[in-house]
């Protein structure tokens, strides 16, 4: 066996990974807050990639590009969450869900009548072309970044849920949010906040992503299907397992592709997610346990 | 001599000297009549970027026939109808084209799926249709009246293959999509490679979607071939080719014609970071460097046409080619331009030479096609393989 090839397939697997995680987290976040699965959650990420690049395509620096590709993603969920859910808020769940799922269609539309069909490059932060060898993988420089930016904003999240007095109203609106409500928490502007994060934390996958993987109107469905499996794979509550569920994604998907048949690919990861879920006993049996501390 | 008999002799002058004068005016009128061309093309919308030089093409081929007295001293007209890159548009000018008596053909300058919508419409209308458009499906089953011009996805497997083979290359990958087109070519090449003493080392696949190539992009640098296939399109293609630089892939690699936009060259940053890489293309695209009658078709086009020549230009040209055949071939009625389509043998454009048969109605094939490669910033005619 070969074994940098291996090398190469896991660490290119948690390139990928880092940004189905970061959508996961999302889809955990807004879901255990609000009740619903917010399906445009992978839209962020194209909306993040698609500001970014074509700010640095308009000689922006880099950062501003980021950090306004992460302030759009940011608006972009807390405008979701004011004019598309709250007026429908007292709807059955799986209205509101469905509502997200139109969200997701306008928002894909908007994306292809504002930056067209072709796929827009962006370079690597920091002029940093070039890659460099790992364990006998080749990865490009820009993976760093994506690895390191997505390491600090988990460790932000977690940090903010569990040491911060907000992260815990978070955590509070999770598990009651009746009782939550009568503990003096603004539960409508929690739900502000989270689906806020949301669209910051995708947008921000896009923007790391975008030097390798381009801006494109189209792609928010992958990566919105595949972070809600890495959110499913984790049991939808706890952020950390969702986390390990998107990178598990990542990774399963190259090597589907690498040691099965590419063609394939799709076909191993979604046969693989069905015999999970089989063995769990069904997605309605998770429980009523509360979003964990991480 | 009666009052009658006078009237009726009068009478009888009158009626001859009518008809007389009746034979006169349409001996006259004949040379005045006109052949009327409808075309339809693009010319606002997304497809506007090639529909219009199809359309210059077009107006530089009627110049030329008419400068030449048209057919029969026939004068040639064109009517232009913008299909605004909508396939419903599409059908709906061809309907009123179509329902115009005196149009005796028609030529889309359109996209495949404008000219899809109106193939189903072609019989119906009993109207000889000489198309635009790189889907096979266009040509592929034939419909009596509808003739596709450009050679078809086998056919660009075929110059590959055939290109390759001169350069010795023993062993080849390739890397296309998981839908219907790229599977239809990774199907081809799988079931012509053996014929050209080509080893396909690995052939991989890709959902349209995807953003990471590498484990495809590995396997194929594990089988070591002598020249890669990329049939990506689109953000696929751009990827492709920036992951193969990055794992340090260095076999030659060939992309799809249809990859290389100014999108592509702009998202890979540049000319200069694609240089070397090769593409089988329509020979149009190398103008007057190629030799023989195709590169003499090409300096007519630059000589009669207002626009700088570029690729689309030449397809419009070809259109003009093979319908002035038919018609000069023909009763330049509707029936019989088709009929006389159905027997084109031979004709040369700029793009290949032209058959047509009841059952291939593909016009142009790997004959028209060239390997050519990227050179300082110009795709030019591929003599070898990069790097040897």
Known sequence: ?????????????????????????????????????????????????????SLVAADA??????????????????????????????APHFILITITLGVSVLLRGLAL?????????MPPFGGAAGSFELLGAVLPWQTLWVWGLTAVLLAGVFGFLGYTRAGRAVRACSVNPYAARLMGIDVAKMTIFVFATGGALGALGGAVIAPLALGLWSAGLDYGLKGFIGALLGGFRNPAY???????????????????????????????????LLLRGGVLSFGRAALARA | MSINAVRAALRGALSLG???????????????????????????????????????????????????????????????????????????????LADNKDVSAIWLGISSNSVLAIKPLASEAKIPIVASGAADAIGVPPDPFLFKVVPGAVDFMIA?????????????????????????????????????????????????????????????????PDLVYSGATGGPAVLVFQQYKQLG????????????????????????????ILSPSNQGALGATVAGEAGKQFQLLVKWSTQPPMLFNTFGWDHGIVTEWAITNSDA????????????????????????????????????????????????????LPGK
């Open chain 1, 1 to 53: 066996m070969d074994w940098s090839i291996l090398s190469q397939f896991l660490l290119s697997g948690v390139t990928t990974g880092c940004i189905y995680a970061l959508v996961a987290i999302g889809f955990v976040l807004c879901a255990n807050v609000s009740g619903v699965v917010n399906f445009a959650q992978g839209e962020f990420v194209v909306y993040g990639s698609l500001i970014a690049a």
């Open chain 2, 160 to 224: 590959l293959l055939e290109w390759a083979q001169k350069q010795g290359v023993q062993t080849m990958a390739t890397i296309n999509a998981t839908d219907a087109y790229g599977q239809n070519e990774a199907a081809r090449m799988k079931e012509l490679a053996p014929k050209y003493g080509i080893k396909l080392v690995a052939q991989e696949s890709f959902a349209v979607s995807d953003t990471n190539f590498t484990a495809q992009l590995v396997r194929i640098r594990g089988g070591k």
């Open chain 2, 333 to 384: 009625s509707r029936a019989g331009i088709r009929a006389a389509l159905d027997r084109v043998k031979d004709i040369p454009g700029i793009n290949g030479p032209f058959n047509y048969r009841p059952d291939h109605h593909v016009g142009q094939d790997a004959r028209g096609l060239r390997m050519t490669v990227l050179v300082g910033g110009k795709f030019v005619l591929a003599e070898k």
């Open chain 2, 18 to 96: 009518l008809g007389i004068a009746l034979a006169l005016a349409m001996a006259t009128a004949a040379p005045a009549q006109t052949i009327k061309i409808g075309a339809i093309c693009s010319l606002t919308g997304p497809a506007a970027a090639f529909g219009k030089p199809y359309c210059d093409g077009f107006e530089a081929y009627l110049k030329y026939w008419n400068s030449r007295g048209g057919t029969a001293g026939n004068k040639v007209e064109m009517l232009v109808l913008d299909d605004e890159t909508n396939p419903v548009t599409a059908v709906n000018t061809f309907r009123r």
């Open chain 2, 249 to 276: 892939l260095t076999a030659p690699i060939a992309l799809s014609q249809a990859a290389l936009n100014p999108a592509f060259f702009k998202a890979v940053g540049g000319l200069q970071a694609a240089e070397g």
């Open chain 1, 61 to 90: 620096p880099t950062t501003l590009a980021v950090g306004a590709a992460v302030a759009a993603g940011a608006a972009l969920g807390a405008a979701q969450e004011r004019l598309s859910l709250h007026p429908a808020r007292n």
């Open chain 1, 113 to 121: 009548i504002v930056w067209g069909m072709d796929p827009i490059g």
């Open chain 1, 242 to 276: 969702a986390v390990l569920g998107g990178l598990a994604i990542g990774i399963l998907e190259l090597l589907a592709a690498g040691y099965v048949s590419s063609g394939a690919k799709d076909a191993v990861v979604y046969a693989l997610l069905l015999a999970y």
